[in-house]
């Protein structure tokens, strides 16, 4: 790499700190608003520093929630939220993995054919053909259930083409030296692919979970029962635009809880996560 | 690409993919049959009967004024998300890259929002630039902005745009600097010694050497424009104020939600796949080129 | 303990590509085989075929006396020694070589005896719990070995083993493979394409092109009567000189009843630089174009100019070309010297114009 000096050292230090200060504004903010008194902030007076209703202003969010029209502690959205993410992450690498195996390691009719018919659900989020789903869901009886807000989401194909292209990379001599040692398809996948897939499948893991975690437009809608709102699907019902009732340190309470798990789990596993996202954009 | 080895079976293979086929048929195939069939049909008031009308909900929709407008509004958000947000990442990404001193803690400090909720974001924001509680809003006051984006539409969009393109930095942050780390050193050096200046050497070897990342992250940025906003929208500002921040997927949402026209919101679902269909097709015929089929 | 059989076996894939036409071999009990030819002869997918991992679509494959064409290769009783090892990356060397005796339900005390007595000779005993990637190549070579004998089989089958070591390595392993199999006599098939290995390493030499076999037998043997010319280069390095002769030639030196051009072949060790012509020998005159010493010995690249043809006595004319002479020491004549080199009568190989055949004379 060529040298920089001094100087140009410095403005880069000084444009990079910039960046992060601007990332991390908001959520100062968030954070802030999250411990200090309601009637404050109402009167547009509130304060760059923490107050001191941290205590009070969580423990009302997780188990109370609002006063106002919906009464649902965050404790039991975030409960919900983690049981669709894990849902959909897990279901997504089983049945994926699974599928791919098939694809790739046997020959059969229309083998093909249902390659394509996966690989083309790539290209459509659920967003475009909500309504439909919707109507399916309610016919099958799955409003308001995990089922409902996880299947919907699962029925994508990153997963399997990851895991073909994984596939494709492993030396077909393990699974004949596999083949000589005695074992057959399903010892094959279980005993050498499924250990060598690791990896990617936590990869995978970690950015499902996230995109999970995350989903808002489809819980919004399947969902209707209080309970059994999610905490992105909550954290909407609680500002109301036009009205000052808003509990602005709750909400913002909200808005921290419903960040914490998926940024703990990108800072946390941050290798398998910047290799997760790069392997399912590919 | 086919393996040469495999296993020889004549049931196993169906039972490993009839999971995810049964799934992908009901939850995706099925509902995208059923856009297309309702967008050729008229409902009535009651949603009774329904006639077979070809085209004219598609029709209806080209002739209807806050349609293409949605379209427009789309389009220019878009665009205005991916050129800001990834300028500002790029940005980032070539300092980031230099060999300084705790660049890895640089990355963790850039990378995390990414993990922030499309609504939450449109939280974080509304909270910061509200006209009357507003942190931020306080100061454009002071500057003299008569800042009211619950009522003034440009202001309401600008916000948008903002907020969604903060939450794609870090996204666009990562490739750009797994972009920039994928160059060789030497090249840098082989321009450095041809005596380009650093401003020079980034204009005519950087960027022109990341621009498969560019192009790649473009396309990306546009599709995540076009869907993940939504949450942003839903509760930043409702798709108001009037109809100013209604975008296509915030239209095929409210259109079917509250107007109950079943037969539009499906024509629009249907215009939205073609859309996207065209854009993942342009991604991975200039773009994709590691996968083969 | 068995012999293997190949009868007029043949491999067409479905395109309609014939990649084995038609091979018969014999390996008897202990006997060490080694399949060698050009890459793309056919000898790898010889080898897979035996294994059971390729299908046979003609002939048939007998090991110790039963049919294994439609057995599946767990059940053939074979080990296999893969080109790039194909350990389990996940495994240990111990459960690596255990892996294949676990699925065929050995109890675990058998297990580990057999393992250790597998690593011990191997010297692997020190790295039983080890990944593969913590090995280096000569290790990982001997896992893979290891992973074969355990298993006590009929039949060991090697592809191209050694190829991923560096020349060093190779030299010693090649020995160890040699010394192994003379223990455990069991009967072998080795591919490879490197014709040092396979003359050090068989009892039996099958010569393949083409997906034929072009000739089989003792390696020596082989060496000293090669049967066609595509043999005779292939075997022996530098490789046999060729030149095609005029039957008039090949009757008044060679004698016999000749009646047809031919192609005289004379390995380079053969020659020697003289002034004289041995009775029913020849001679060539030589312009030495280019020397490499090696130490114990020396090449001479030379070609036959058009000109100093006529100058030879004899064979007379012998169409232009370069010679490879191979001489001992160091002693070499200049670039650009002329020089004339001879071999006599017993060393020359006589083969029919298409090089198809060897003519014995």
């Known amino acids: 790499m060529v040298e920089e000096e001094g100087f140009r050292r410095y403005v880069a230090h000084a444009i990079l700190w910039i960046g992060i200060a601007i990332v991390a504004f908001p959520v100062y903010i968030a954070i802030v608003a999250s411990t200090q008194d309601n009637a404050l902030i109402a009167n547009g007076q509130m304060s760059l520093l923490p107050g001191g209703h941290f205590f009070e202003v969580y423990y009302k969010t997780i188990f109370v929630g609002t006063s106002g029209s919906t009464r649902e502690p965050v404790g039991n959205m975030m409960l919900n939220s983690l049981v669709m993410a894990l849902a959909i992450a897990i279901g997504k690498i089983a049945i994926s993995i699974i599928s791919a195996y098939a694809i790739v390691y046997f020959r059969f009719p229309f083998r093909m054919a249902i390659f394509w018919i996966i690989f083309i659900t790539l290209m459509l989020p659920v967003e475009v053909r909500i309504y439909p789903t919707y109507k399916i869901v309610a016919d099958l009886h799955m409003l308001d259930s995990y089922a409902g807000l996880a299947l919907p989401l699962i029925a994508s194909a990153t997963a399997t083409l990851l895991f073909r292209q994984f596939f494709m990379t492993v030396p077909d001599e393990l699974l004949e030296a596999s083949r000589i040692d005695g074992a057959g398809p399903l010892r094959f996948f279980w005993d050498t692919l499924l250990p060598l897939s690791r990896t990617n499948m936590a990869a995978l893991f970690v950015i499902l979970f996230i995109l999970g975690w995350n989903q808002y437009l489809w819980p919004l809608l399947i969902t209707t029962r209080d309970d059994m709102q999610t905490i992105q699907v909550g954290i909407r019902k609680m500002i109301t635009t036009t009205d000052a009732l808003t509990e602005w340190p709750i909400v913002m309470a909200t808005a921290v809880l419903a960040m914490l798990p998926p940024v703990f789990v990108v800072v946390a596993m941050q290798k398998l996560f910047v290799r997760g996202l790069v392997e399912t954009e590919k | 690409m086919q393996k040469q080895a495999i296993f020889q079976s004549k049931l196993l293979p169906y039972a490993l993919v009839a999971p995810q086929l049964a799934i992908v048929l009901i939850f995706f195939y099925w509902p995208a049959l059923q856009a297309v069939i309702q967008s050729f049909l008229l409902q009535d008031a009651f949603g009774l009967s329904s006639t077979f009308v070809w085209f004219e909900n598609y029709i209806e929709l080209f002739k209807d004024p806050a349609y293409f407008e949605a379209v427009v509004r789309t389009f220019v958000f878009s665009f205005a998300i991916a050129v800001s947000s990834l300028s500002f990442a790029l940005l980032l990404a070539v300092m980031a890259d230099k060999p300084l001193r705790g660049s890895m803690l640089y990355r963790t400090l850039l990378i995390w929002p990414y993990a922030v909720a499309p609504p939450v974001v449109g939280v974080l924001w509304i909270f910061m630039l509200h006209p009357s509680l507003g942190v931020l809003s306080r100061y454009l006051r002071g500057l003299g902005v008569d800042w009211n984006p619950l009522l003034d539409g440009n202001q309401a969009a600008g916000l948008i745009i903002l907020a969604a393109a903060w939450k794609q930095i870090s996204y666009n942050f990562l490739f750009f600097l797994a972009g920039l780390q994928a160059i060789p050193r030497s090249v840098f050096e082989a321009a450095a010694i041809d005596g380009a200046r650093p401003m020079r050497r980034f204009w005519t070897v950087t960027f022109p050497l990341l621009s498969p990342t560019i192009f790649f992250l473009l396309v990306v940025n546009i599709v995540y424009a076009f869907f993940d906003t939504f949450g942003i929208i839903d509760t930043m500002t409702r798709g108001g104020p009037g109809t100013s921040t209604v975008t296509l997927v915030y239209k095929v949402y409210s259109d079917g939600l509250l107007g109950g026209n079943l037969g539009s919101s499906a024509a629009q679902s249907v215009i939205l796949m073609v859309m996207v269909i065209v854009l993942t097709g342009i991604q991975f015929r200039f773009v994709e080129r590691k996968v083969t089929y | ?361």
């Open chain 3, 1 to 361: 303990m068995a012999n293997v059989t190949l009868r007029n076996v043949r491999k067409t894939y479905t395109g309609g590509f014939e990649a084995i036409k038609g091979v018969n071999v014999d390996v008897a009990d202990g006997q060490f085989c080694v399949l060698v030819g050009p890459s793309g002869c056919g000898k790898s997918t010889l080898l897979r075929m035996v294994a059971g991992l390729e299908t046979v679509t003609g002939g048939e494959i007998d090991i110790g006396g039963r049919v294994v064409n439609q057995i599946e290769p767990a059940d053939r009783d074979i080990a296999m020694v893969f080109q790039n090892y194909a350990l389990y990356p996940h495994m240990s060397v111990f459960n690596n070589m255990a892996y294949g005796l676990r699925n065929r339900g050995m109890a675990e005390a058998e297990v580990k005896t057999r393992v250790e007595e597998a690593a011990r000779v191997l010297e692997l005993a020190p790295m039983l719990e080890r990944k593969p990637r913590q090995l280096s190549g000569g290790q990982r070579q001997r896992v893979a070995m290891g992973r074969a004998i355990v298993r006590q089989p009929k039949v060991f089958l090697f592809d191209e083993p050694l190829s991923n070591l560096d020349a060093k390595l190779r030299i010693a392993m090649r020995v160890e493979i040699r010394k192994l199999q003379r223990r455990l006599n069991t009967t072998s098939i080795y591919v490879t394409h490197d014709q040092l290995e396979a003359m050090t390493l068989a009892d039996v030499l099958v010569v393949m092109n083409g997906g034929q076999v072009e000739q089989i037998g003792n390696p020596l043997a082989i060496y000293e009567k090669p049967a066609t010319t595509f043999v005779a280069s292939f075997i022996g390095a530098p490789p046999m000189n060729l030149m095609s002769t005029r039957a008039d030639e090949i009757k008044s030196q060679l004698g016999g009843g000749a009646t047809e051009a031919g192609i005289l072949g004379i390995r380079p060790e053969d020659f020697v630089i003289t002034d004289q012509t041995p009775a029913g020998g020849v001679a060539l005159p030589l312009t030495v174009e280019a020397i490499e010493r090696v130490g114990a010995e020396t090449f001479v690249y030379g070609t036959r100019a058009q000109d100093e043809q006529r100058v030879a006595a004899t064979p007379g004319e012998l169409p232009p070309g370069e010679v490879i002479v191979r001489i001992p020491g160091t002693e070499a004549p200049a670039i650009g010297a002329r020089i004339r080199v001879a071999a006599v009568r017993a060393k020359l190989h006589l083969f029919s114009g298409d090089g198809r055949t060897r003519i014995e004379a």
